[in-house]
């Protein structure tokens, strides 16, 4: 019998980032339940890969909106990273559309089944999701974050959230990205926080799990007021500035936030630790002669004229990307992208010891968000998709140290 059990249920599941950081946090974490749903494609590719790696015990391939609160199990945690394509780097800000996007509106199917839950609503939950949700939208900078806050202490959660760069801590990949943590109020970890500055700063649960230290002049204190529809129509309206920084903890609709510099000693992983051996890489990965100069023109610096809509004549210009990739740094994040043979930008490239040019294998992919090796080898599942499916998944080992940090606040040991 397991000394602890925390039930977990995981929703927008991907292929299962956060299972895979919790069970090697600790073998407390159960999950019973899980969702996942690709609304655009006919096959299932995220579902199917789940399915393989996890069994289907529990597992639900559904339109989230479809399913009722009710045939959910209970659970002590809620996790997952819920989709953010309106609000996403890839997208220009100021079109995204942010939480009242088509897939944003995925937030409040959270909020319904926390609501819906009621007294038997999870003591804890965690999130993920892309740095620019706390400066989203443009005209309103800030807005969808106060949104989710403010829904969220209605529901009873004290809520603490950091931006975290995982090669900032020692794993393979630059890939910066907003955790959110949040315990019910009257929970063994809500009734530890004794003042809001000590708990971000030091004491807390993201504090512990990833050391910082606070950036001078940064420090911001606020309320969120009003109805949730209120905070919509009237949070920080007219200001140019977001007034979330990149730490923070809310409680009952008070707010401190402070901006975070990463304080890291240990071990770094570097994109050249993750690579496999040239004789092991598939041909169809390298780089011919012929195709190396479309590479090199479209990494480097260019300006290009362009004509718009109505006939305006103006120059588009950018910069130069490192050419190849650095293999003695963390990776740059990888997109979903990143797959296919044609020259691009933002694709990564490797130099081997040959001297030859290549692109990633999918294992290497997997490698840079601390997945097992081969966990998305699927019958039917193409390279390309294995990809796409890296570039929308998280950094296993961001979860696992969160994971731990919730597992001591619970149970103090």
Same mark, same amino acid.
């Given at each position: 019998?397991?000394?602890?059990?925390?039930?977990?249920?995981?929703?927008?599941?991907?292929?299962?980032?956060?299972?895979?950081? =919790?069970?090697?946090?600790?073998?407390?974490?159960?999950?019973?339940?899980?969702?996942?749903?690709?609304?655009?494609?006919? #096959?299932?590719?995220?579902?199917?890969?789940?399915?393989?790696?996890?069994?289907?015990?529990?597992?639900?391939?559904? +339109?989230?909106?479809?399913?009722?609160?009710?045939?959910?199990?209970?659970? +002590? =945690?809620?996790?997952?990273?819920?989709?953010?394509?309106?609000?996403?780097?890839?997208?220009? =800000?100021? &079109?995204?559309?942010?939480?009242?996007?088509?897939?944003?509106?995925?937030?409040? %199917?959270?909020?319904?089944?926390?609501?819906?839950?009621?007294?038997?609503?999870?003591?804890?939950?965690?999130? *993920?999701?892309?740095?620019?949700?706390?400066?989203?939208?443009?005209?309103?900078?800030?807005?969808?974050?106060?949104?989710?806050?403010?829904?969220?202490?209605?529901?009873?959660?004290?809520?603490?959230? #950091?931006?975290?760069?995982?090669?900032?801590?020692?794993?393979?990949?630059?890939?910066?990205?907003?955790?959110?943590?949040?315990? %019910?109020?009257?929970?063994?970890?809500?009734?530890?926080?004794?003042?809001?500055?000590?708990?971000?700063?030091?004491?807390?649960?993201?504090? %512990?799990?990833?050391?910082?230290?606070?950036?001078?002049?940064?420090?911001?204190?606020?309320?969120?007021?009003?109805?949730? %529809?209120?905070?919509?129509?009237?949070?920080?309206?007219?200001?140019?500035?977001?007034?979330?920084?990149?730490?923070?903890?809310?409680?009952?609709?008070?707010?401190?936030?402070? +901006?975070?510099?990463?304080?890291?000693?240990?071990? &770094?992983?570097?994109?050249?630790?993750?690579?496999? +051996?040239? *004789?092991?890489?598939?041909? *169809?990965?390298?780089?011919?002669?012929?195709? =190396?100069?479309?590479?090199?023109?479209?990494?480097?610096?260019?300006?290009?004229?362009?004509?718009?809509?109505?006939?305006?004549?103006?120059?588009?210009?950018?910069?130069?990307?490192?050419?190849?990739?650095?293999?003695?740094?963390?990776?740059?994040?990888?997109?979903?992208?990143?797959?296919?043979?044609?020259?691009?930008?933002?694709?990564?490239?490797?130099?081997?010891?040959?001297?030859?040019?290549? #692109?990633?294998?999918?294992?290497?992919? *997997?490698?840079?968000?601390?997945?097992?090796?081969?966990?998305?080898?699927?019958?039917?599942?193409?390279?390309?998709?294995?990809?796409?499916?890296?570039?929308?998944?998280?950094?296993?080992?961001?979860?696992?140290?969160?994971?731990?940090?919730?597992?001591?606040?619970?149970?103090?040991?």
């Amino acid at each position: 019998m397991k000394k602890h059990h925390i039930k977990v249920v995981e929703l927008f599941a991907g292929v299962g980032g956060f299972r895979i950081g =919790l069970e090697k946090a600790s073998d407390a974490y159960d999950t019973i339940w899980n969702n996942q749903w690709e609304p655009s494609t006919v #096959r299932q590719d995220a579902s199917i890969i789940y399915q393989a790696r996890f069994g289907s015990k529990g597992h639900s391939n559904k +339109d989230i909106n479809t399913i009722k609160t009710s045939i959910i199990p209970n659970h +002590d =945690l809620l996790v997952g990273g819920f989709p953010c394509q309106d609000y996403s780097v890839a997208a220009s =800000l100021s &079109r995204s559309g942010g939480i009242e996007g088509k897939k944003g509106v995925l937030w409040w %199917q959270i909020y319904r089944i926390l609501n819906e839950k009621g007294e038997k609503r999870p003591k804890y939950i965690f999130f *993920e999701n892309v740095d620019r949700l706390l400066k989203s939208p443009a005209n309103q900078r800030g807005r969808d974050f106060a949104i989710i806050l403010a829904s969220l202490a209605d529901l009873g959660y004290v809520v603490e959230w #950091r931006i975290i760069n995982a090669g900032e801590y020692g794993m393979p990949q630059k890939r910066s990205r907003t955790y959110i943590v949040g315990y %019910q109020k009257g929970s063994v970890i809500a009734r530890k926080i004794e003042t809001m500055e000590e708990w971000v700063r030091n004491s807390g649960v993201m504090a %512990q799990a990833f050391k910082f230290n606070p950036k001078a002049n940064t420090e911001a204190v606020f309320d969120i007021n009003g109805s949730v %529809q209120e905070v919509s129509d009237l949070f920080n309206k007219g200001k140019k500035d977001g007034p979330f920084r990149n730490a923070g903890l809310m409680m009952d609709r008070h707010v401190y936030t402070v +901006d975070a510099e990463a304080v890291y000693t240990g071990q &770094r992983m570097t994109l050249g630790d993750i690579l496999i +051996d040239e *004789e092991l890489v598939p041909e *169809e990965f390298f780089i011919s002669e012929e195709d =190396l100069s479309k590479w090199k023109y479209e990494k480097g610096a260019k300006k290009i004229e362009r004509v718009a809509k109505g006939g305006f004549r103006y120059l588009f210009s950018e910069g130069g990307m490192t050419f190849p990739d650095n293999l003695n740094q963390p990776s740059r994040t990888i997109i979903t992208g990143e797959g296919g043979k044609s020259p691009s930008r933002f694709k990564h490239v490797v130099q081997t010891k040959s001297g030859r040019y290549r #692109r990633l294998t999918p294992i290497e992919l *997997e490698r840079l968000n601390m997945f097992p090796d081969n966990h998305t080898l699927c019958l039917g599942v193409s390279d390309g998709r294995r990809a796409f499916l890296m570039g929308n998944a998280l950094v296993c080992g961001v979860v696992e140290q969160i994971g731990k940090s919730l597992y001591h606040f619970i149970y103090d040991e």
